[in-house]
């Protein structure tokens, strides 16, 4: 893996991503025939975030992916409020628990590996691979490639119609841009990596059929256009003024 790695970044970034896309499709639907939520996902995802968090540790590549605090206050990301709102929309309709308590469990965990491994690969790997090339293109390729992911889903039983996964897919590129920016500029990614495992993770205790479905789109447009076009163009002005251009 390391000489790979070594050999080139950008293809060790790429494989990795359809390692991940492709293996965590086959094993939700593995997961489905077994019928327990997340059986098998839970175990690959387990099983690839230790892999790469160990190797990354055996590398001495932790302060290159952003294994360590902060470098810039919390106050000037806004606290990360932003993130907040969008995490806690899952709870906005009322709390529920879709799953029993061992499905739950499953769903969980899987989901707070998700948002380490998806952090790691497309934040860590792909956009440091490209961003001593081209800081732009490394942000939009990122961004896009984070988005372009979440295809998956229309294809993979979500349950959603396609007009909600496009909102989806929509929504994901604007978070990949958003987290991206505050990994580059923070050199840290854990706040993104948290805020990923809770907006993935509570969507186990959304309590389902609250709103309507026009309500629910008029929601996920405001989050969309209004929280996080607000906080990417804090963020894109933040990055300007501190260049001083």
Request: positive net charge.
């Amino acid at each position: 893996m390391t000489k790979l790695y070594q050999k080139s970044e950008i293809t060790f970034a790429v494989l990795w991503i359809v390692a991940y896309v492709v293996l965590s499709s086959y094993a939700d639907q593995l997961s489905l025939s077994v019928g327990i939520v997340k059986s098998a996902t839970a175990v690959l995802h387990i099983v690839m975030s230790l892999l790469l968090y160990f190797w990354i540790r055996s590398n001495n590549l932790s302060e290159k992916f952003g294994f360590c605090r902060p470098k810039v206050p919390a106050k000037q990301f806004l606290y990360y409020l932003p993130l907040v709102i969008i995490a806690s929309t899952a709870l906005w309709g009322g709390i529920g628990l879709q799953y029993g308590f061992p499905d739950a469990l499953l769903f969980v965990i899987s989901m707070c590996c998700v948002g380490f491994l998806e952090e790691v690969i497309f934040r860590g790997l792909l956009f440091r691979a490209m961003e001593k090339d081209n800081l732009k293109t490394a942000i939009i390729i990122s961004s896009l490639t984070f988005g372009i992911g979440h295809i998956v889903n229309l294809f993979n039983g979500s349950g959603k119609d396609p007009a909600s996964n496009m909102v989806q897919i929509i929504f994901a590129v604007l978070v990949g841009f958003v987290l991206v920016l505050i990994f580059y500029y923070g050199k840290s990614l854990v706040p993104c990596i948290l805020f990923h495992s809770a907006n993935n993770a509570l969507k186990v205790f959304e309590a389902g059929g609250s709103f309507s479905p026009q309500m629910e789109m008029v929601m996920n447009l405001f989050v969309i256009f209004v929280v996080l076009g607000g906080y990417a163009f804090y963020l894109v002005k933040m990055g300007t003024d501190h260049n001083g251009t």
